[in-house]
């Protein structure tokens, strides 16, 4: 069983363009996050949301929105698309804020054209 | 400042050896976590091992330990008899403040490539 889930795996779009990736989590947990990989490989986080409050939101462009309907869904939609937004997304999620492992999704990859 | 520093891009092993892969990191919390996370080609982060600050022992994980020193603030992963399958990325990540604390961030340092070789 999945324990933390992204899709699309791969989402091919154009400049412009808004788009939706969906997170969820069956683990139980209070917290999810998401983190944005470059193309260097560098892993920073965005957002971080604990029983769907938002409790960390790290200077990300106000195009990038998440949103957590419950705390086991944490859905990150991106208005006008930038090529600078290419890049894999993940997810994660932890127990609590700050509990350790974080549980990672497999990652959405994001082509912006 | 960097929090995480990982000073080998590449690293390089032969299949059956140990392989050190260093990590420094930064900050003035008395308490904070250490992460290993580790990346395949096939791109999921899957999580190693994890140290605490106020650990007294260095933590063990089946093939995988860390070598805590404190004072030098450094959280180097070890990895005893490497095999085919442990090529991948490696990084090391650090969470400041107790567990709990709200501001969970997890910083990760820019990853080492590790290459085992037959």
């Known amino acids: 069983d999945t324990a933390v889930s992204q899709t699309p795996k791969y989402l091919v779009t154009q400049m412009g363009n808004d788009k939706s990736i969906k997170c969820e989590q069956n683990l139980g947990h209070d917290t999810m996050y998401w983190y944005k990989q470059d193309s260097k490989k560098f892993l920073k986080i965005m957002f971080s949301?604990?029983?769907?409050?938002?409790?960390i939101n790290e200077t990300v462009p106000n195009r990038f929105s998440p949103k957590s309907p419950d705390k086991a869904h944490l859905n990150l939609h991106i208005n006008s698309l930038e090529l600078g937004d290419s890049a894999v997304y993940f997810c994660?999620?932890?127990?609590?804020?700050?509990?350790?492992?974080?549980?990672f999704g497999d990652g959405t990859r994001l082509s912006i054209l | 400042a960097q929090k995480i520093t990982q000073t080998q891009p590449g690293m390089f092993v032969q299949e059956k050896e140990a392989v050190t892969l260093d990590c420094t990191y930064d900050t003035s919390d008395p308490s904070y976590g250490l992460f290993w996370y580790k990346q395949p080609s096939s791109g999921e982060m899957i999580f190693l091992i994890y140290q605490g600050s106020y650990d007294q022992q260095n933590a063990t994980e089946g093939r995988y330990s860390l070598n805590f020193q404190k004072a030098r603030k450094s959280a180097n992963l070890v990895i005893s008899a490497s095999q085919l399958g442990d090529s991948a990325m490696y990084f090391c990540a650090m969470r400041e403040g107790g567990r709990g604390s709200t501001l969970g961030r997890l910083y990760f340092g820019r990853g080492t490539q590790l290459t085992v070789w037959p």
């Open positions: 949301y604990n029983n769907k409050e938002l409790i």
């Open positions: 994660a999620s932890s127990q609590r804020p700050g509990e350790q492992p974080q549980h």
